[in-house]
């Protein structure tokens, strides 16, 4: 059974950072496809980050501020989030094989975590 279990979501204020860790389980954990995604009230859910064989992209809202990454030894991916702002509040979700790539960009992936909470406040 596969699990994905986020973690390190709170509440912050504007300008703080927050560090997401998303670690899977029963899984076949490689660095082939990672993602992390957001979903704010009344609002569809957005790409945030991905990580496609090492190659990292990111939304044009979050580019210059948050940074994916991977511990292939703890099967665990990081979302790295600085300077936040009030617009980052939502929750944050974790994805794990992808499945469908547009332009180098994961779109879809087969695996979700439960999601973490994000709240920044001005």
């Known amino acids: 059974q596969v699990q994905l279990v986020e973690s390190g979501g709170g509440s912050v204020q504007a300008g703080g950072s927050l560090r997401l860790s998303c670690a899977a389980s029963g899984y076949k954990y490689s660095d082939d496809c990672m993602g992390w995604f957001r979903q704010a009230p009344g609002k569809e859910r957005e790409r945030v980050a991905t990580?496609?064989?090492?190659?990292?992209n990111y939304a044009d809202s979050v580019k210059g501020r948050f940074t994916i990454s991977q511990d292939n030894a703890k099967n665990t991916v990081y979302l790295q989030m600085n300077k936040l702002k009030p617009e980052d509040t939502a929750m944050y979700y974790c994805?794990?094989?992808?499945?469908?790539?547009?332009?180098?960009?994961?779109?879809?992936?087969?695996?979700w975590g439960q999601g973490t909470q994000v709240t920044v406040s001005s």
């Open positions: 994805a794990a094989d992808c499945y469908v790539v547009v332009s180098g960009v994961p779109q879809n992936f087969t695996y």
């Open positions: 990580i496609l064989y090492g190659v990292r």
